[in-house]
């Protein structure tokens, strides 16, 4: 479409509907753009509107006069404080401003008036397919229930995802100086605070539903609610009231659409086409870079509306995604608060501030490098308990990186946070580990890892992966093992694991040079034992089903292995409990179709994996640890899920475990694995708060700043770590 | 990475590539989908690409279009080099029955003595998909089938030839989504980015990386990535002009690629660094207007200023 009179109408008189038209009124003076916008002109909905980033170089060259008027009349601050219940812990270098939202729209709709933008207010669009019909283009920038979306919704094809966590906004004339955040426990539950400056403070409550409902606030009236808060934070508010307009509690929908516009007719800016949770202050930043976006398309392609509207979802779609994963993150850490509490405060405000994945370790050390340098002489007085285990009185002058910290398994003190662990090798022969294997392992040692842990390591011949698998079952194995124990630790504090595993139905496979899970040609292979006779892959080899002997004699391997272990000098034993081997193939229902107490419900397929840890265990020395590796998905809709993970954590830790590793997938072929770098990590967090145990982090780790972030942090104890290449 | 003894001889280039895995090597892709290069044109540039300082020739496949079958083209090249890697980037593998892609590749991988590089993806236009006569909707679960068929093909004996690379030709997976990561871990050899500034492959490469060490794979996924080019003033009009109709049924996206069109020799550069930095193994470049100044131009900037 070539036009030179465009005529454009906008749903919608909110940051972006305002914003877009006036840019492009003052680009194209010639156009005709009208803006129909339910409420009045002069409404004063809404409270505060954060901005993260106060510099907003794009919207000073996008248009200078909104520019200057918006940072004239911003509040600014640097600091964020975080409370946890009375704890106070400030943070700086987070450059902020702040404006009310009826200031924002108030210069927005001047600017629009001078540059000759027509501006309907109280007026509502109904049928937005009649207004479009009429226009070249239709703008529907009407927020978050946007009708525009609505009325194409085959077109645009918008997911809304509901939150779970109810909030409610509030106003206050107490000065809130800096963004602040409160937790506070009560006999409902625990709330969080957010609030910041303005003219007046905006002071938002949010809480579980559980919490929520506990407290009756869906009974309470909007007087009840507002005394319960001011009563609840009567310390913060100092005796100033809460106040509301169009008081309610929400859940915050996050929004996504399939495409942004359609041809040359229809186009979605600002909540309309995508949202993010609050907790990160970027909404109506977004929405206003939406309609620089827009002009920029229109300036990219003269007047071909649809190369413009083109250009400007090429040009957004991916920082939007960027920003909506990082607000993703937010609000999950935001719905579920609970899981942190436990922590001690220090560490729960360090990871409040790391929580989106754009703060880590290092960015906090250029935010405020006196907080940050604070919080290394924490973590090493919290972590470092010399003599009997009494902290040291006062903090330390010169304090390690959280990386550098020990850490502490019963008796045994790994020296740093890193651990290497090896993937599958093949390279042994009938269980012996060659000496190119060896030599490897030591060559690992070297570098200086707190925990080294082997690759997996057979309990028995039938239990290797592949005819190359290293083994632990015979005597001569012992004895390899233990020179190579020998040879690294004469030069370097590290503590050596043994990855112990058992293949079961997954056993007799090709090594992985080619792929994986190519079972061995008939004359090569040997039998399998697994909990019901299904093979791993279609076509692969067809497992026994263990009997009673069978159970008994994989128990007894297991233990003739641990014994081995301790004779070789090994520091600890870690069961491979995930990705589809013996004891994950108990676990998952997908391998596990018995009908005796080890098949069916999940306390019967957690049975033998437990029966086999207790084993372990008690032949296994008190003062050393033993870490299970832990399947927490099958990626299959009929698998083993996490929530049973969590379960089986829980009793493995009243067992005696002392350290989880969470891996994922692979119990079968057919999975919908995510790579998504965060995935493993998040298990691997949630494991650890919920079940109070210390866990090892294997998900993609490449950088120090990464693990300090994580140990730091709280969201795991020791890190795999794989250096990127120089 | 770990390297078996016997498989040593036939898996050199493998094993040379993970030896030097910091240095990337950059490719040149052939015209084979643009209208104005014959088959001259084509094999032309495939010999002069064997004399460097390109490491490979790379062809395109799409179906209703015209341009060049990508496997037979290369057989050609095959016979008019010596030393460059033969690689596809990628060809869509659902199109084809496993059985005759397998042997198709077996063929190239064997008269060029182990040259050949399989990028495999899904391809995602329906049109190919209809005039193949090979079903769309399935194609993902199809696709993970025929990885774990071609393998078994190339190492059994009923369908030959043998191929020269132990295991068959090098065989890379492309794609963005999660399925696709899954396949790289568990039946490729590694990756093929689908073109886009460097950050772009980084992300895609950190996401190879995580699958292949989750599927728990000895050694390192090979890397690959791909762009384009069209140098001068003139071209770049003209490449733009093709990208755009090339990738017209994506929308947006076709912008995308448009716009990261390398016209200059410092584009060129900035690309190549950034992809060096990313952790490329191999980054071939697409002309985007069939002219052997084209291949002059881009040659003399990876010559003179690269290194
Ligand atoms: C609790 C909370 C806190 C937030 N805090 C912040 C913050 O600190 N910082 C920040 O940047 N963002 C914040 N946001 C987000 C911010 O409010 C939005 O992201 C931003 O306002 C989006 O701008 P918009 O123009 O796209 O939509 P809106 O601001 O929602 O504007 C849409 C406009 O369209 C009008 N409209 C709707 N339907 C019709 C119709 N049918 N006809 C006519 N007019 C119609 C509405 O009245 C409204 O004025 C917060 C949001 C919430 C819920």
Redesign the interface.
């Known amino acids: 479409m070539e036009v030179t009179r465009v005529k454009i109408a906008v749903v919608g008189g909110g940051p972006a509907g305002l914003y877009a038209s006036l840019l492009l009124k003052k680009e194209y003076p010639s156009w005709d753009i009208s803006v129909y916008e339910r409420d009045p002109a002069d409404n004063t909905y809404g409270w505060g509107v954060v901005f993260s980033d106060a510099t907003l170089s794009n919207l000073r060259e996008a248009d200078h006069e909104t520019h200057e008027r918006l940072t004239d009349t911003f509040v600014r601050w640097d600091p964020i404080d975080i409370f946890y219940e009375d704890e106070h812990i400030r943070c700086g270098g987070h450059t902020f401003a702040g404006i009310m939202r009826s200031d924002l729209l108030a210069i927005l709709q001047d600017r629009c008036r001078d540059l000759g933008v027509e501006m309907h207010h109280e007026t509502t669009i109904e049928e937005p397919t009649e207004l479009a019909d009429e226009v070249d283009l239709l703008i529907g920038a009407d927020g978050l229930n946007s009708v525009v979306r609505d009325a194409y919704e085959e077109r645009f094809q918008p997911r809304i995802e509901t939150g779970s966590a109810k909030f409610a906004w509030f106003g206050t004339e107490k000065p809130f100086d800096v963004f602040t955040f409160i937790f506070r426990e009560n006999e409902h539950g625990l709330w969080r605070i957010h609030a910041y400056p303005g003219t007046k403070s905006t002071f938002i409550v949010e809480c579980t539903e559980e919490t929520w409902t506990n407290a009756d606030m869906d009974e309470l009236g909007e007087t009840e609610a507002l005394a319960y808060f001011e009563d609840l934070f009567d310390d913060h508010l100092a005796g100033y009231d809460l106040l509301a307009k169009l008081y309610s509690w929400r859940n915050f929908p996050v929004v996504n659409c399939r495409r942004w516009s359609i041809e040359d007719r229809v186009v979605l800016l600002g909540d309309a086409v995508h949202t993010a949770h609050y907790s990160i202050g970027s909404g109506t930043k977004l929405a206003m870079e939406d309609a620089i976006a827009l002009l920029e398309g229109f300036r990219e392609h003269g007047q071909d509306v649809d190369a413009a509207l083109n250009w400007y979802e090429k040009e957004r779609r991916p920082r939007v995604e960027a920003l909506q994963a990082a607000a993703d993150r937010s609000q999950q850490y935001f719905e579920n608060v609970e899981r942190y509490w436990d922590l001690p405060p220090q560490q729960f405000a360090y990871n409040l501030l790391t929580r989106s994945g754009r703060i880590s370790y290092d960015s906090l050390k250029m935010r405020d490098v006196s907080y940050a340098d604070g919080f290394d002489r924490w973590f090493q007085r919290y972590q470092y308990t010399p003599g009997d285990g009494t902290p040291a009185e006062s903090l330390p002058i010169a304090a390690n990186q959280p990386l550098h910290q020990p850490l502490k398994l019963r008796d045994l003190t790994i020296s740093n946070r890193i651990a290497i662990t090896e993937q599958p090798t093949s390279s042994s022969d009938d269980g012996m580990p060659s000496s190119t294997y060896l030599e490897a392992l030591i060559e690992r040692g070297s570098r200086g890892p707190g925990l080294l842990l082997t690759d997996p390591v057979a309990v028995s011949p039938e239990g290797r992966i592949t005819s190359g698998t290293p083994g632990i079952y015979t005597d001569e194995h012992v004895d390899a093992w233990a020179e190579a124990i020998e040879s690294i630790t004469a030069s370097a504090d590290i503590s050596i694991g043994i990855h112990l595993v058992h293949a079961g139905r997954r056993g007799a496979m090709r090594d992985r040079h080619h792929g994986l899970d190519r079972p061995l040609p008939n004359t090569q292979a040997w039998e399998l034992l697994a909990p019901s006779a299904i093979p791993y892959t279609p076509g692969g080899h067809v497992p026994r089903e263990m009997d009673d002997e069978d159970l008994e004699a994989v128990r007894m391997a297991y233990s003739a292995a641990t014994e081995r272990a301790v004779e070789a000098g090994f520091d600890m034993v870690q069961l491979h409990a995930g990705h589809g081997y013996l004891l994950s193939s108990y676990l998952s229902p997908l391998s596990n179709e018995r009908d005796d107490v080890y098949g069916g419900s999940l306390e019967n397929r957690m049975r033998y994996p437990l029966e086999i840890f207790d084993q372990v265990r008690s032949v296994w020395p008190d003062e050393r640890p033993v870490g299970v590796t832990l399947q927490s998905t099958d990626w299959n809709l009929n698998g083993f899920k996490t929530y049973e993970a969590q379960e089986v954590g829980a009793a493995l830790k009243s067992h005696g475990c002392d350290l989880l590793s969470l891996v994922a997938g692979q119990a079968t072929i057919r999975e919908r694995p995510k790579y998504d770098p965060t995935v493993l990590a998040d298990f691997t967090e949630s494991f650890r708060n919920e079940l109070d145990i210390p866990v090892l982090a294997t998900n993609y780790v490449t950088t120090y700043d990464e693990v300090n972030t994580l140990v730091g942090a709280g969201r795991a104890d020791l890190c795999t770590f794989t250096p990127l290449p120089e | 990475m ?1 390297v ?1 003894v016997i ?1 040593l001889e036939a898996d050199t280039y493998r094993s040379i590539i993970s030896l030097a ?2 240095d990337m090597r950059v490719g040149i892709g052939l015209p084979n989908t643009l209208d104005a290069a014959d088959g001259d044109m084509l094999l032309s540039w495939a010999r002069r690409a064997d004399d460097g300082p390109f490491t490979s020739v790379g062809v395109f496949d799409r179906l209703v279009y015209h341009g060049t079958d990508p496997l037979a083209t290369l057989a050609a090249c095959a016979g008019v080099t010596e030393e460059v890697r033969l690689a596809t980037s990628i060809v869509a593998g659902p199109l084809r029955s496993d059985a005759l892609l397998a042997k198709k590749a077996a063929t190239v991988d064997s008269i060029s003595d182990g040259r050949l590089t399989l990028g495999l993806a899904l391809g995602a236009r329906r049109e190919d998909y209809e005039e193949a006569g090979a079903s769309f909707n399935d194609r993902g679960r199809r696709f993970s089938r025929q ?2 068929r071609l ?1 078994e093909i190339w ?1 059994g004996d009923d369908i030959g030839p043998e191929p020269v690379q ?3 030709p090098e065989l890379l997976i492309g794609g963005q989504s ?2 696709t ?2 396949r790289v ?5 590694g990756y093929i980015h689908g073109g886009g500034p460097p950050r772009a492959f980084e992300r895609q490469a ?2 190879a ?3 292949w ?6 050694g390192e996924p090979a890397l690959w990535g791909h762009g384009y080019f069209a140098l001068g003033e003139e071209a770049a009009e003209l490449g733009r002009a093709y990208l755009l109709d090339y990738y017209e049924f994506t ?6 690629i448009a ?1 990261g069109l390398l016209t200059t020799p410092q584009e060129v550069l900035q690309f190549v660094r950034g992809y060096e930095d990313a ?1 490329c193994d191999e980054l071939i470049l697409f002309p985007t207007v069939a002219d052997m100044s084209q291949y002059d131009r881009l040659e003399r900037i990876l010559k003179n200023e690269w290194r």
């Open positions: 770990h078996d498989s895995s910091s990885l774990h393998r190492e132990e295991g068959g999660d399925p990561f899954q871990g568990r039946y490729g050899d950190e996401k990386r995580a699958a060490q989750e599927s728990g794979r000895p929308g947006p996206f076709a912008e995308r716009e952790g």
